[in-house]
């Protein structure tokens, strides 16, 4: 079998058990040290499975050769780089290198309102970070990047369109894709074989621009803390009603207006919160579903409640289309 290659096999079986995922673990720890030899493996690892599954993957083959580094844009959900951390340099001991880049990051969207600019300028800076970490480095041989079977059938084999991370192109290294002929059911199957906690393997989809996209318009530090505060409320409540697993993807939004509302008598001007749910197969188009009312009211006293410059919660029922999923 030629992993280098491109064109996933016909007969290449679906990988569905665990006897199937060790095999081709196996196949990949074998087929990655001859490739690599004694040189070093440098990998973006964001966090989302497929990043995570290629560096636990590495980290099997090669151990201290794969160079991890993770950066922090500012824009993660509550607690996720801390999961980045635990997980691979505290569990599976990989040579992690952590950027908190949030001031830069945060400092370069300063009242920038346009969405399409503002993933530009997200996934440029993420490039430059990269890339001067990069060079910070001695010995790098190889890129280990996350692409997967659906990327090289929609995209030439570039991560999707409007995902953050692309290669700096003056980078001439060797590409290690121990995922790329895997479809994103078989890679979570991988993952959780070589043992990565659920909250990483089986996690909804999250755009590479992060919660920058849900704290609309120009994105100030307040809003955006009002938008991490409320989709973690939001994901604990969902998650003990058990709607984790029944629900594709649920996040909120806190949108660039305000509205008045009134605490301990005074009159106030403050954010909505919206709460997105949606279900669907293929994200092309989505229904909403019909959340239970008591959830709904618990998430919205929590907000209300624990999360400062907040003073409405609003449940979006709009289907995709003409909703898109994400509101900007
Ligand atoms: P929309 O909003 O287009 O979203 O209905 C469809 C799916 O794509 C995700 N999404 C993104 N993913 N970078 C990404 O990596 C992005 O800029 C981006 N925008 C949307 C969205 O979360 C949904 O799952």
Redesign the pocket.
Known sequence: MNWDSNVRPNDMARIQTKEQADAYIAEQVEFIRNKVGDKKVLLALSGGVDSSVVAALLIKAIGKQLVCVHVNHGLMRKGESEQVIEVFRNQLDANLVYIDATDRFLDKLVDVTDPEQK?KIIGGEFINVFDEESKKLTDIRFLGQGTIYPDILESDGVK?H???GGLPEEMLLGLVEPVKLLYKDEVRVVGRALGLPSSMVDRQ?????GLG?RCTGAITRDRLEAVRESDAILREEFDKAGLTDKIW?FFTVVPDFRSTGVRDGKRLYDWPVIIRAVNTVD?MS?TVPEVDWAVLKKVTDRILNEVPGVCRVLYDLSP?APA???WE
């Not at 989809?205 to 621009?209: E, I, K, Q, R, T």
């Open positions: 993933r999707a409007h995902n953050v989809p999250f755009p590479g621009p996209v993807q994200a989505a995709k898109t999923i994400e």
